[in-house]
């Protein structure tokens, strides 16, 4: 049974000592915590109840702008560039692969093949024993 995702907007104030998370377009949708962490927990567990779905089945899409004034945009900024730095990760790992299969598909030694992508002979093992 695939599970349907349903996704809602939050937006976050601070009302010290107060994280306040208002949900659009859910009457009553409102709930507040003293710590980020646990207003996660009162939002889903608040919209389960209102909605009545599973607390699994939510999305949520938490908009920090209000809450945390100028800051919010240098938020938004890290958090473009840690996806950047993930993505270019996994193209590194996926080129890392590809080349480190391809040397020794053409005979190179292990420790050649270490030498020329600037790795150890250990990972370049490693690497081939995954492929």
């Not at 009162?42 to 999305?59: F, I, K, P, Q, W």
């Not at 270019?88 to 190179?108: F, I, T």
């Amino acid at each position: 049974m695939v599970r349907q995702m349903k996704t809602f907007k939050v937006q976050v104030l601070r009302e010290s000592p107060y994280w306040v998370a208002v949900v659009d377009g859910v009457p009553g949708g409102a709930a507040e915590a003293r710590s980020l962490s646990s207003l996660e927990v009162e939002v889903r567990d608040l919209l389960a109840g209102l909605l009545d779905m599973d607390e699994g089945s939510l999305s949520l899409e938490w908009d920090y702008s209000k809450g945390l004034g100028g800051s919010a945009e240098l938020l938004a900024d890290y958090e473009a560039a840690r996806k950047a730095l993930e993505k270019a990760k996994r193209d590194y790992e996926s080129a890392q692969g590809s080349v480190v299969h391809e040397l020794r598909k053409q005979g190179l030694s292990v420790r050649d093949s270490a030498n020329l992508v600037h790795v150890s002979h250990q990972r370049i093992s490693q690497l081939t024993r995954s492929n």
